[in-house]
């Protein structure tokens, strides 16, 4: 080749450039996927065109999610980013005003509001910046939201989505004063009353709004997890009348039941105002009828019997108010626990620390004389006698550890009956005297060999 010829050589200069006004112009990652996609759409497979385009799109997606999680995040960029969401909430709702009966006219600002919502969400990797969302007006502008009339935002996908991953125990933990601004100002805000407002208004019948409940669930455990204190103020802004509301509700049981169970005794849990409000709201006669399920049958599944033991935990810590115990008798609570007891299921140790107590102290002497009544002490008797058909088949430690949590519920609250009635000085008479401690004296021997052969 001589001089001339490589002077007049000219390469090949393949497809034409993209314009600069062109989407994407500077990436070639982008631009080789997009030629991969042209020659796609121009072959003669039409089989598996469908396939190669959606490999190609979540190809495309995937390397620009990169790119933005690749941009640092700073206090700076935070600032910017809760005053764009300010920008297009207060845009989004001058237009629904003005507007209220064109919806096309304020769906684009509504799509950019759900943008940057979501862009947000980088925020709860950062909660000593939490300061900045109260300063700068995004709590209350996000509350605001949540009376939103689009349910696209309600349904969770943004709103509640951001504030659950705001509220999660381990990063509120992570910033103790960063949590604590951003509790505050949730709670100045009423933000469990909102939050109980939209939950009546969703169908869980539709997966997303059921997925926005059991979201918003998770906001009211963290916060109550953070701050146990706000269990009193949260019950009485309408979450305690949801909750057994939804828990007595005829639909089959679900994830969303399990949970309504879990936050139920989180509020009743050392908290004598929820107790005593769960007992105005007629909440003992929803536990009672929602146990009465398991008297016949176990649970069918490890999940349903969680919300059981959820269940009963609330009934046995609602007794612990002297009013409720009242509440149990009238609701033939111990005619219930005694069937549990005489049916051999799986509910039946945890009935005997529903007996336990409501039947414990000077204030349960009217449950204890019922107890009698309905000839409770059959029941109870033979639990000592007699050592269940699954203790003899497990080992001997499980054997060990069922007789003695059997024992140590039965044994204080039968004493508590006999003092009582003895110092009534009623149903009592010395024959059955005789008799009841000639069946302690066999008894004995029962358990000493239920745990030493």
């Given at each position: 080749m001589d001089v001339g010829e490589l002077l007049n050589y000219q390469p090949d200069r393949g497809a034409k450039r993209l314009r600069a006004g062109d989407d994407d112009d500077d990436d070639p990652r982008n631009k080789k996927a997009g030629r991969?996609?042209?020659?796609?759409?121009?072959?003669?497979?039409?089989?598996?065109?469908?396939?190669d385009r959606k490999r190609i799109l979540e190809k495309l997606m995937d390397e620009d999610a990169d790119d933005q999680e690749g941009e640092p995040v700073d206090e700076s960029s935070v600032k910017k980013m809760i005053l764009t969401f300010e920008k297009r909430s207060y845009k989004n709702q001058e237009l629904r005003i003005k507007f209220p009966d064109t919806p096309g006219r304020f769906m684009e600002t509504e799509l950019d509001l759900n943008d940057i919502i979501q862009e947000m969400h980088v925020i709860a990797t950062m909660p000593d910046l939490y300061h900045l969302l109260v300063e700068l007006n995004a709590v209350h502008s996000l509350l605001g939201l949540l009376s939103h009339e689009n349910t696209d935002i309600l349904s969770f996908?943004?709103?509640v989505d951001l504030l659950q991953e705001l509220t999660d125990i381990d990063t509120l933990h992570e910033s103790e004063e960063g949590a604590e601004v951003l509790i505050d100002s949730l709670l100045e805000g009423q933000v469990v009353a909102l939050l109980v407002q939209n939950m009546e208004r969703l169908d869980e019948q539709v997966k997303e709004e059921a997925?926005?409940?059991y979201n918003t669930l998770a906001i009211i455990e963290n916060m109550a997890e953070f701050r146990p204190g706000l269990c009193t103020e949260a019950a009485q802004q309408g979450l305690m009348q949801w909750l057994l509301k939804r828990i007595k509700?005829?639909?089959?049981?679900d994830a969303n039941k399990l949970y309504c169970s879990e936050v139920l005794a989180i509020l009743l849990q050392n908290n004598?105002?929820?107790?005593e409000l769960l007992g105005e709201l007629d909440g003992i006669d929803v536990l009672l009828q929602q146990l009465s399920v398991f008297k016949r049958h176990n649970p069918a599944t490890a999940e349903e019997q969680e919300m059981m033991e959820n269940l009963f935990d609330a009934l046995c810590s609602c007794l612990m108010l002297a009013a409720n115990r009242d509440r149990f008798l009238r609701g033939e609570g111990l005619q219930l626990m005694n069937l549990m007891l005489r049916e051999k299921k799986m509910s039946r140790t945890s009935a005997l620390r529903v007996l336990d107590h409501g039947m414990i102290g000077p204030e349960g002497s009217d449950n204890c004389h019922k107890f009698v009544d309905i000839l409770g002490l059959r029941t109870i008797f033979p639990l000592f006698m007699k050592t269940p058909k699954k203790m003899r088949k497990?080992?001997?430690a499980d054997k060990e550890h069922e007789g003695l949590q059997i024992i140590s519920y039965v044994c204080p609250y039968i004493l508590c009956?006999?003092?009582i009635i003895v110092s009534d000085d009623q149903l009592f008479s010395v024959s059955f005297i005789c008799h009841f401690f000639h069946f302690f004296k066999v008894t004995a021997f029962s358990i000493a060999a239920m745990f030493y052969n």
């Open positions: 991969e996609l042209a020659r796609h759409l121009e072959g003669d497979d039409s089989e598996d065109l469908s396939g996908k943004n709103v997925d926005g409940v509700a005829k639909i089959p049981f004598d105002s929820t107790r497990a080992g001997a009956i006999l003092f």
